[in-house]
């Protein structure tokens, strides 16, 4: 337990770091510590060394942890998510980063209007173009914008990305670069605010930082290794 805090402390100077070199404020950078896998017990043990966003990418699994997770934390869901989970997400999450397709927003409409709630959703961008991942293409960024800013019960309010695996964390920096780009580009329907871009994982999050990430999520750096380090969730 020693040690995730001591991960932590470690993962919030380098963050801090990357920060300085390009004369950012590490304040504005919000450290979502990614639980999938990990038990109830470290998952408090972080909360206790000061972190206060938990990512999930799995429903089922987010669930069963739920109540025994101690704490004032703020709950991320990261993974792909299915129309027939939305309704265990909605109310439980505070925000959803994974918004990739118009049937998963007219799902999430149908039943936050029903339930009186505005629901906060990042736009998942595809940036690479990766087949086996997720996400808006960027080309098609802007007009998935008109349509979801239409859904009065969704509050779209930033964008994200999963960089392909690489170990050199440069060779990903123009991913990060191009979302930030789409994410400053401005023309966007006036319902929508960016304000939040999530992007950078254990192995890259200082190039994410430096290239504009206020919101950076991180498993491995703070949990340890897990068995399934590539899955996107359901
Ligand atoms: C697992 C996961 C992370 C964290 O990955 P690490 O490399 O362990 O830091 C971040 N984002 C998403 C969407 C994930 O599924």
């Not at 070199?21 to 896998?37: F, S």
């Not at 173009?129 to 009065?152: N, R, Y």
């Not at 991913?175 to 304000?195: A, D, S, T, W």
Request: aromatic letters at 6%.
């Amino acid at each position: 337990m020693e040690d995730i805090a001591q991960n932590i402390a470690r993962v919030q100077e380098e963050i801090a770091r990357a920060a300085a070199k390009v004369g950012r404020n590490p304040d504005e950078i919000t450290l979502i510590a990614v639980t999938k896998n990990v038990p109830e017990d470290k998952i408090n043990a972080a909360i206790r060394a000061g972190v206060q966003d938990i990512g999930e990418n799995r429903v089922q699994e987010a669930l069963a942890k739920y109540d025994a997770v101690r704490g004032p934390v703020r709950w991320h869901f990261i993974g792909h998510l299915q129309r027939n989970k939305v309704k265990y997400v909605l109310g439980r999450f505070d925000l959803l980063h994974s918004l990739d397709r118009i049937s998963l927003a007219q799902e999430i409409q149908k039943r936050a209007a029903v339930q009186g709630l505005i629901v906060p959703c990042l736009v998942q961008v595809n940036v690479a173009g990766e087949e086996s991942k997720f996400g808006i293409p960027p080309d098609e960024l802007a007009s998935f914008l008109q349509k979801v800013a239409a859904f009065p019960n969704l509050n779209v309010c930033g964008l994200m990305t999963i960089a392909p695996y690489s170990l050199d964390p440069e060779a990903v920096r123009p991913v990060f670069r191009r979302l930030r780009e789409l994410f400053h580009q401005g023309n966007y329907p006036p319902e929508i605010e960016m304000k939040y871009l999530s992007m950078g994982m254990s192995g890259d999050f200082t190039v994410a930082v430096e290239e504009g990430a206020n919101m950076v999520r991180i498993g491995t750096a703070i949990f340890g290794p897990r068995q399934n380090p590539n899955e996107e969730g359901e």
